[in-house]
Every structure is written in C-alpha cells, then in structure tokens.
C-alpha cells in the first residue's frame, strides 16, 4: 500500500511525491482559519531561506494556478506601461514568456539561440547596451524542454551592470539547484509546488525583492494575477484574496519539511544528481546519446536523441515503459526527436537502475539493438 501503487514519474512535474505528502492532504481546512493561516506564513519564510534570503528585503508571494500563471502575474504586474522586457530564449520555456508578453501587450524583445546552446550574457549585455527602452529581462534556469541550465549569475551581473530588472523562470530548478537570490541579482524569481520540492499541482509562487516589489504600484493588467495586490492581501490579514489550493497547500507544508530533514537543497541536489548519473552512464552502455553536450547538461531532466534504428518508434516504447510502470516525457525540441526523462521528484538511484533494466528490455522485445552504426538520429546536426 501507499508508494506502490502509482506509477513512478520521470517527467518534470507533476512528479513522483511521497506518500506522506499525499496523506497531508487528507484534512479540509478553512482557508481563514489562524491553523491554515499559520502554515501558509510558515511556507512564505520556508521559501526565502530556501533562496537564502530573508524579509524584509524579500517576499514569497504564492500564487493560485500552474506555474505559467506565475509567470503571467510576474511579466504582466512588474514592467511599467511604457516598459519593454528582452526574453533571452534557448528553447520552448522561453518562448513561453515571450507569448505571455505579447498576449499581455507588453512591448518585447527577443534574443535568441540554438536549443543546445546556452543563453550568452555578453550578448545580453550587448543588447541592454544598444537599447536603452528595455527595463526588465526575462531567463529561464532550467530550460526544461532540453534540461539546459543557463548561467543565470552571470546574465544577473550583467543585468545589474547595466540597472535593469531581473525576473528568472526558475520553475524546474529552485529547491534542486542551489541558488542565492541576492547574489544573482534576481528581483523576481518564480516556481512551483510541483517540481523540486516535490509537492503536488495547485499553486506556483514568486520570490520578489521588495522594493523592486513595491515599485511597480498601478501596473498590474490582471486583477486575479495582480502580484502587489496578491501580497498586500497576504501581508494585511495573512489571507489569499480569492480562494486558495488549501489541500495543495498543506501537502507542500510537508514536502517542504521533507526537504529540510532531507538535509537541504545540497542534499536533494546531490540525490539527483545522482539519479542522473546513474541514468546517463546506463543509457549511454545501451547506445543512447543526450542531445546537449554535457557542460550545457544540468541534472534536473535528461534528453535522449531517438536511436537510429527501423524498428524505434516512441510511442511503442513509452508505451511499454508505462505497462510496466515507469512513465518517462516526450521530448519538447524544435529541430531534433528527442525523449526525456527527468530525475527529479520522490525517486532514488535504485528507481533509476530498475528503469534502466525495463528500458533494457524494452529495447530487446521491440527487436532494437543499438550498434555504433544506428546509434542516433541527426548525428550531423550542427552542436
Ligand atoms: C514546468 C515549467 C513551467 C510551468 O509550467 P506549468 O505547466 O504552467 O506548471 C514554466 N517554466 C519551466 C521552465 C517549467 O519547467
């Protein structure tokens, strides 16, 4: 009973939770009651130090809704009327905020790259140097579409350098990846319950400097996803001003006291990695090959190149993982076939090598033996 009995998720959220976590959601709670109010100040500071920062100068404002509604309260509360937001995009995350801009109105730029290259802060600041209109940029961490990590400390010291604001999509990175707020210079950062604090689905939150916060008054395009308006109302009567996730909310209480008797983001940070060690060395004995070289690779979420093989086809071969019990993600890359399998979540090294004994076998009844000579598709693609 309790873990058994799902199937486990290597996808990149929603993912694999504990079961405890779980079963802390099994209470109703009344969303003014001072016990729920109690937790969700708890989890505001949580969040901060997790940041390793603290109030006053930061707030953990959470936010109802997936972690794109985040981002949308973010990108459409922070830049002024008359500002302009350069998006540095290196896969469909960052794609995804330039959409968010442009269905807000807000005027745009975008700087763009390969999928398998990193955003380059030099060009950034190029850019900022050109272009005085621009008042905010927009990173992700984690491009989870690839598993790149972009060098988020180095974009914020140029960003810094040249007095601009600084919002990072840290979604499927924070509480995986050690990240200290204040030293990357970031003014906003945004995440979400479902992914490395392994919580479940129901609410994303935003880590805010406050007096970057408190300066954007009257610029909100939203009233439910109104990011000041969303903090004020927390820090007037420790409420959420429309009804919140209660049940998510708890479960992500626990999760976040699962990560400290973890040991902390360090911990949890070297178990996944962990599982990605483990994942990349069995994968590339039976002829898979990642499609970012690894100094671009973090250790959140894997993409593997489609084996070049007749007898391959992904969806037999999700299919037979899922049989058995092991749900891995399709892949979210523009020019390449690709699958991806994330080692974030409620899983172990040993969950690994047993999906590597089912990816083994799998490959065997599908009649696919990987050969130098078939190993993967666009070997000529340009990296
Ligand atoms: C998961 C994720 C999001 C948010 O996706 P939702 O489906 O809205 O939760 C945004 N950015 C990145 C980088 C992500 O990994």
Redesign the pocket.
């Known amino acids: 009973m309790g873990e058994s009995i799902d199937k486990l998720l290597f996808t990149?959220?929603p993912l694999t939770t504990s079961a405890t976590v779980k079963q802390a959601m099994l209470r109703d709670m009344g969303s003014r009651d001072f016990e729920f109010l109690a937790v969700v100040r708890d989890i505001r500071q949580r969040l901060l130090s997790l940041a390793a920062v603290s109030s006053p100068d930061y707030e953990a404002i959470p936010m109802q809704g997936?972690?794109?509604f985040a981002?949308e309260s973010v990108i459409g509360s922070v830049v002024p009327p008359a500002g302009k937001i350069l998006i540095a995009v290196n896969g469909a995350?960052g794609r995804?905020l330039v959409q968010i801009a442009s269905a807000l109105n807000i005027a745009n730029g975008v700087i763009e790259w390969e999928e398998h290259q990193p955003a380059a802060p030099i060009e950034i600041e190029r850019v900022l140097g050109s272009d005085p209109s621009f008042t905010h940029v927009a990173v992700?961490h984690?491009?989870?579409s690839t598993g790149m990590i972009n060098p988020v400390r180095e974009i914020g010291e140029v960003v810094s350098k040249r007095a601009r604001r600084y919002i990072v999509?840290a979604?499927?990175s924070f509480g995986g990846i050690p990240l200290n707020m204040s030293e990357c210079g970031i003014d906003y950062l945004i995440s979400?319950a479902n992914?490395c604090i392994e919580g479940v689905p129901g609410f994303a939150f935003v880590l805010a400097r406050r007096e970057a916060l408190l300066s954007t008054a009257g610029f909100a395009r939203s009233l439910s996803l109104d990011l000041l308006a969303q903090w004020k109302g927390l820090e007037s009567n420790g409420q959420f001003r429309f009804t919140p996730p209660t049940h998510t909310l708890l479960a992500f209480h626990q999760a976040l006291k699962e990560l400290e008797e973890e040991g902390g983001v360090e911990r949890r940070a070297a178990r996944y990695r962990a599982n990605c060690e483990i994942l990349l060395r069995g994968m590339r004995e039976m002829g898979f090959e990642e499609y970012l070289r690894p100094e671009f690779q973090g250790y959140i979420i894997t993409s593997f190149r489609y084996p070049r093989h007749p007898q391959f086809k992904f969806e037999t071969f999700y299919g037979r993982l899922s049989e058995n019990g092991y749900v891995i993600y399709p892949g979210k890359t523009s020019k390449a076939d690709c699958f991806r399998i994330g080692n974030i979540g409620h899983i172990f090294p040993d969950d690994i090598r047993q999906l590597l004994i089912t990816v083994r076998q799998t490959l065997h009844e599908m009649g696919v033996e990987l050969s130098a000579a078939t190993r993967s598709v666009g070997r000529g693609e340009k990296r």
Do not use: A, F
């Open positions: 990149p959220g997936s972690g794109t981002l995350y995804r992700v984690c491009e989870t999509d979604m499927s979400s992914k």
